[in-house]
């Protein structure tokens, strides 16, 4: 396990949090050592690793989502590289302002939105 040493106050946060000290020693040190990289098989389909959602399970999942949001259990939508952040950035833009800027951002949405692999 990791040697990093965890103040009083790092102790009390860990367990205000509802955490165990032992599983976030254990995620410090995969930080710390870094994990051997992975060779990847081949690419995700529908129906290998992707779910087709059909659209009576998207207004379900809505529901839940909207739900989980007013609840405040969805925090926001990180992007694990460079690229996804500069790829998001107009739509982290909007969504903060909580509209479009102009009719031709908005028609730019909608018309990149089929190119994103969600």
Known sequence: MTAVSLSKEDLRAIHDRGLEEREVRRQLDIFEKGVKPIRLDRPATVGDG????????????????????????MLKFVPASGAASRMFKDWHGCYRLGRFDSEGQKASFFRVLPKFAF
């Open 50 to 73: 992707i779910i087709r959602i059909s659209p009576h399970e998207r207004g379900e999942l809505l529901v839940l989502h909207d739900r989980a949001a007013g609840d405040g259990r």
